[in-house]
């Protein structure tokens, strides 16, 4: 994205990132999601030596100090401090734990000879994904990019190529707006802890500054600790002044101890809401990486239906895959997003650039709506006429997206329409509702 030349100072800027309502923050503040919340479709991608293992990113490593089975307490990625325990985070999809001398050394057999960058990033454009996010570190501190502050890096891997370079410049090449998601927590360095947390912060911002002055096309930032970890952990108002200074109009999710720009929930949709914005991040599996071929895939409709879901709710998707040990995509969830592309090919217009509502998500479906069009996606069909609520405006005329004008009635309890079952398309029938 270029440089916006009314982008904030610093001072805006922070002030900015501690507001969660876009109508509390600056006009600058406003504007700078502007390409983001037109975009609605994003690709995340998380891919480490994990996969090799066919184990949890990261995850599988919080409780390796054992033979795999117990899942004794490893203190290591405990840092004591501002009464965080990290490792008593354990949930069931965590598992299994790998083994320290299996996990520690997984970097040793990790050759994704497939792995072609351009084709990886063409699946997300044919997919109808307008920008990708790719994890550059999780909290196993492996780094997907040739740092010169870590030795535990992609380039000590047997494939020897800077992963996350290639696919920033496939991004660039191919029209899509590219961000990395960089994890605060690190469980492989040394300084990570409650003793020398000044140290480890030193560190993670030198690999900031290093990963924007690589990439000038990052336009985005995942961070990954949850609130409960305060700002003050990372130096968070040191680290945002560095990024401001590097990239001005860059936008930051809300995992570093701040709202920022937009609320991040996790393998559910988000709530509906015209205030905040928000991005769902979601899996095909429910697993982040990926678990192999005996892991069930979500269904083409439900995957469409999760981007209409966050669409209509005031929310952008962030659609995850789990590359395989070899670096392609698995060919289900290629399914999944060729059927999404396919459908974006011929109703993008009913979701880029369009805002959530009028109509709030309910069983039916989902609204969108762009200037004084509306456009109504109904998946489930109730008996008889679909009933929707009052809306201020009169409404001109109503078709069907697919073509045919439909009979409806407004008043002021709301809005009937009389769509017949051989009229409905499937899996998502669209309505055209024109206001006057």
């Given at each position: ?132 996010v790719m994890v550059s570190k999780h909290h196993n501190g492996f780094c997907m ?292």
């Amino acid at each position: 994205m270029p440089t916006d030349p009314t982008a904030p100072t610093f001072d805006q800027f922070w002030a900015d990132a501690r507001q969660a309502n876009w109508r509390d923050k600056s006009p600058a503040g406003q504007r700078r999601l502007d390409w983001w919340r037109d975009a609605k479709f994003g690709m995340f991608v998380h891919w480490d030596p994990s996969s090799v293992a066919g184990a949890e990113i990261s995850w599988g490593k919080q409780f390796y100090d054992d033979t795999g089975e117990h899942y004794r307490d490893n203190p290591r990625p405990t840092p004591s401090l501002h009464g965080i325990e990290e490792h008593k985070m354990w949930l069931d999809w965590f598992k299994p734990a790998v083994p320290r001398e299996v996990y520690d050394n997984l970097y040793r057999s990790f050759y994704p000879g497939m792995f072609d960058a351009d084709k990886f990033v063409a699946e997300g454009k044919r997919a109808g994904m307008r920008y990708l996010v790719m994890v550059s570190k999780h909290h196993n501190g492996f780094c997907m990019w040739d740092t010169k502050f870590s030795d535990y890096n992609v380039m000590q891997t047997p494939f020897r190529r800077d992963i996350l370079a290639e696919i920033a410049r496939a991004c660039a090449k191919a029209g899509l707006t590219f961000g990395i998601y960089y994890s605060q927590r690190d469980w492989h360095h040394p300084a990570y802890g409650p003793t020398r947390m000044a140290e480890y912060n030193a560190y993670m911002h030198a690999q900031i500054r290093e990963l924007l002055e690589a990439h000038p096309n990052i336009s985005l930032i995942f961070f990954d600790c949850e609130q409960y970890y305060p700002s003050e952990m990372w130096d968070g108002k040191e680290l945002f002044r560095l990024i401001h200074s590097l990239r001005p109009d860059i936008i930051i999710n809300d995992r570093c101890g701040v709202p920022a720009d937009f609320w991040t929930p996790e393998q559910a949709l988000g709530a509906y809401n015209l205030e905040r914005d928000w991005e769902s991040c979601m899996t095909f599996t429910s697993f982040w990486s990926w678990h192999g071929f005996q892991t069930p895939v979500i269904s083409r409709e439900q995957c469409l239906r999760n981007l209409l879901g966050c669409a209509g709710g005031g929310g952008n998707l962030l659609m995850n895959v789990g590359p395989l040990p070899t670096g392609q995509i698995d060919p289900r969830e290629v399914d999944r997003l060729r059927y999404v592309g396919a459908w974006l090919d011929q109703h993008g217009e009913t979701v880029y650039g369009t805002r959530a509502g009028p109509f709030p998500p309910c069983d039916y479906g989902v609204s969108t709506h762009r200037d004084r069009t509306i456009y109504v996606h109904v998946w489930q069909w109730p008996d008889g006429l679909l009933q929707l609520p009052p809306i201020p405006d009169r409404v001109r005329s109503a078709r069907l997206f697919s073509g045919g004008d439909i009979s409806f009635q407004q008043s002021s309890t709301g809005l009937e329409l009389n769509i017949s079952p051989g009229d409905r398309t499937a899996p998502i029938t669209v309505l055209v509702l024109e206001l006057a």
